[in-house]
T-cell receptor
Framework: NAGVTQTPKFQVLKTGQSMTLQCAQD?????MYWYRQDPGMGLRLIYY???????DKGEVPNGYNVSRLNKREFSLRLESAAPSQTSVYFC????????????FGEGSRLTVL | EDQVTQSPEALRLQEGESSSLNCSYT??????LFWYRQDPGKGPEFLFT???AGEEKEKERLKATLTKKESFLHITAPKPEDSATYLC???????????FGTGTLLAVQP
């Protein structure tokens, strides 16, 4: 059972380039999330999807877009990367949106030069 | 305002030296308090959920407790493999937000 799988694990971009982080879960969870983790700060929610077909902004959505492709997959897109988006990104899933524990992927480390 | 504060930021223990990590919270209507363990270069791994004051959960050398204002993660006779960052998060029943603390970095030396 793979759980939550993220790709790529590492990426270096130049300012202004675009890229998409992919996430897939095999636990049949309804809710999926994208977080970023920066030194000295707690995990901050970028976007979430309560269920297939819905997406909502989290705490820090500016500069990002998301797509809930189907129940399994939730992607995060940076249209024009900025150095402030250098971070570690985590995808997570949960059975229901406001209850139960989150299951996290292993993270995607992004550096924007 | 919903808030989570973890202390200390970092803790160094000798193997076998028991201690506690603290998670203080202010939240509108606690729906759940979660503890996670995060190893370097990995995603957080779920440990415990606590729902109401007085509740306790145990797993191996770890025991989590909850009051109306804080939670403690007690580590009994730690081993080097317990070294990790421990994260606390609270789910607000009023705002539905899940707020994470910044974590406690635990190092257990042999």
């Amino acid at each position: 059972n793979a759980g939550v799988t993220q790709t790529p694990k590492f990426q270096v971009l130049k300012t202004g380039q675009s890229m998409t982080l992919q996430c897939a879960q095999d636990m049949n969870h309804n809710s999926m999330y994208w977080y970023r983790q920066d030194p000295g700060m707690g995990l901050r929610l970028i976007y979430y999807s309560a269920s297939e077909g819905t997406t909502d902004k989290g705490e820090v959505p500016n500069g990002y877009n998301v797509s809930r492709l189907n129940k399994r997959e939730f992607s995060l897109r940076l249209e024009s990367a900025a150095p402030s988006q250098t971070s570690v990104y985590f995808c997570a899933s949960r059975g229901q949106i406001y209850t139960g524990e989150l299951f996290f992927g292993e993270g995607s480390r992004l550096t924007v030069l | 305002e919903d808030q989570v504060t973890q202390s200390p930021e970092a803790l160094r223990l000798q193997e076998g030296e028991s201690s506690s990590l603290n998670c203080s919270y202010t939240v509108s209507g606690l729906r759940g308090l979660f503890w996670y363990r995060q190893d370097p270069g990995k995603g957080p791994e779920f440990l415990f959920t606590l729902y109401s004051a007085g509740e306790e959960k145990e797993k191996e050398r770890l025991k989590a407790t909850l009051t109306k204002k804080e939670s403690f993660l007690h580590i009994t006779a730690p081993k080097p493999e317990d070294s990790a960052t421990y994260l606390c998060a609270v789910q607000s029943g009023a705002t539905n937000k899940l707020i994470f603390g910044t974590g406690t970095l635990l190092a257990v030396q042999p």
